[in-house]
């Protein structure tokens, strides 16, 4: 097959009907694929469009353009010269084309892929050379994270790394370019290291939720997405650089097509390829699954398999959202008072998500032994959602007139305040924060402190007025004292503040104070209870009192005392919550009971089709989590909701 080398393109390219937009691309329907063949080509998940700037407050000099995993489809300069995919030279784009097949199937890789390709490495690259410059790497640490990068392996397909210039040589991101996948790999994961991460190297769980797509954020591995008619005649496959459009990062041609239309959700592998699945049987899942990426296997719709198709979205954002709702639903929690053979929550895996948040900043580093002694004296219970990357901790023994100055008389010296909250599940919005706050209710939280961001949406601040709804009132706040935190620490904080719609006219954000105000006989059915009524025994809204700032320390035990002096030793406020992030309706179980009212509806084929586990939603369903039945609850959280569509429900979490 001969490869189309010419600048000249055609004049008038196939048209596009999602003029390079992704909510536009029309959907199918699963009748008309009937007696249609298709092949799976296999995408990661990376962004496409909004350059990566970096991370916290540590901008890079050189924007690194997103050149899309799946959404390389639909960059405007792509849709406007036919362009549909790219491949890494003529062999690997003649098997795809070579296909006997109507189309191709863009199939999703796992989440963290792309930490291989080109533009990973770049972003990694130019991060580091971010933090040399702002002092993060200082002292010996380029030499240390340098080293480790040159250290020879026993692997032949990591030499070329024995001669990398450094990661503030003017010429890495040349050299990252031209290593093959397993050493970019290789250097992702010498950076990733816990030895490379104490020394100060890019957070890389960070810069990869950075980089992920949220459109299709939350999908599993293998799921089909949308379909490509590739063209075959003799010019379709293009010299990037030869043609005079943008060249890839990773890949040097642009396969020639049209996008033909999306799945109403994605698919399942096992459904779409259905007679191909079934004839391996009973083999080993992970040989099936390497043997389907490496076959890229044709296969025939029948009646049969179109059956399965999705005929309509359902409303839920993706697997990975349903999978932790009805985790939620069932109360399935990992927490550190199990030792991790049986299943606990390990030290080191918290303070690693700690660290690992976008509002890591915000939040009090607990490194694994603190977290170890604070276990170990009675004071700190970690949990986090199974199969999920949420996670909070209670803190016993709480006094926030030690903590901040801070007292009032419905406070003890004895609280159990909700911490450390962390969502690092950038494809469930609206799961997460209700997961949390409600878990820790029916735990014993008792009060929490979180900083009240201001914005044009949320004046008063998000989290104040969400914590509301659960049944928290706000006492007081603490105003915002930049002598605890270092420079760093401060620009990082607004940083992450003004991604939220905050900025500097506003005023720095100051730390709400906020009681539980349930009784404690409606702990234990918290759950059930904020999803039939929307907030458990949540009281009157009240109007924060701005705790004004002090110079001295005022005595412990002469009544209120709402100062916040300079001297108070902790005032970081200790999670606090940032791993709830701001949202737009200001009722928080709109989302958690819509899904699991929409996977409890599902049939275990459907399930199956849509990347969820039939047993998990036999399970929901046996505790009583259906649609009517046993839990109307479900029924009647969705009657309060149903004005909220998923797709612009910005709820928290």
Known sequence: MTAGISPAMPSTPPAQAHSGDWSKVPTINPDDLIGKSVFPIMADLTETGKPYTGIDSDQIKHPVPLQGGPGYSFIPINTQHGIVWAVQGKGRGSFKLGKDADYAVVTTMNPDTHQSNATFSNALIRTAMAHAKSGRLGGNSLQTINDMIRSPTADPNHAA????PGLEHPDAEDFAKGLNFESRKRLTDVLASPKAQEVGAPNVNKITRRLLDKNFAGVNRSQALFLIKLDKSANNMVNLKAAGLPEHHSYDYGLKGTVVG??????????????????????????????????LPVGHITPEIA?????????????????????????????????VKEGGLSPTVMSNALKNSDSSSTLSQYSPEKIKEMIKQGKFKG??????????????????????????????NNETALTSVVNNEPGAKGIGGP???LKAIKEGATALDAYAVPSAKHPNGFLPDYYSHFGFKELGRVPFDPSYHSPQKVEDMKHEWRNQGWDESMGMPSIAIMKWKGRDDDRYDALRRHLGTGSPNSGPKTAPSVVKAARERLGRGVGQNVAAPQNAPNNNPAGNLGGIRNGGPSRPS??????????????????????????????????????????????????LTSLYSLGHDRDAG
């Open 161 to 164: 790394l024995r001669g990398f």
């Open 262 to 295: 999306k799945f109403h959700h994605p698919v399942a592998a096992q459904t779409l390829w259905k007679t191909w699945f079934d004839r391996k049987g009973n083999q080993d899942p992970n040989h099936v699954r390497r043997a389907f990426d490496l076959e």
């Open 307 to 339: 059956a399965l198709l999705p005929r309509h979205p359902k409303d839920m954002q993706s697997p990975q959202a349903a999978r932790l709702a009805l985790h939620t639903a069932l109360d399935n929690w990992h927490h550190t008072d199990d030792s």
């Open 383 to 412: 949990y986090k959602l199974r199969d999920g990357e949420v996670y909070f901790g209670l803190k016993k023994g709480t006094d926030y007139g030690d903590d901040y100055g801070f007292h009032h008389p419905e406070l003890t």
């Open 435 to 437: 997961a949390v706050v």
């Open 590 to 639: 709109s989302v958690l009971g819509r899904t699991i009212s929409a996977a409890t509806s599902m049939s275990p084929q459907d399930a199956t089709t849509f990347g969820l586990e039939p047993d998990l939603i036999s399970k929901a369903k046996a505790a009583g989590f259906k649609r009517g039945g046993k839990a109307k609850n479900i029924e009647r959280a969705l009657s």
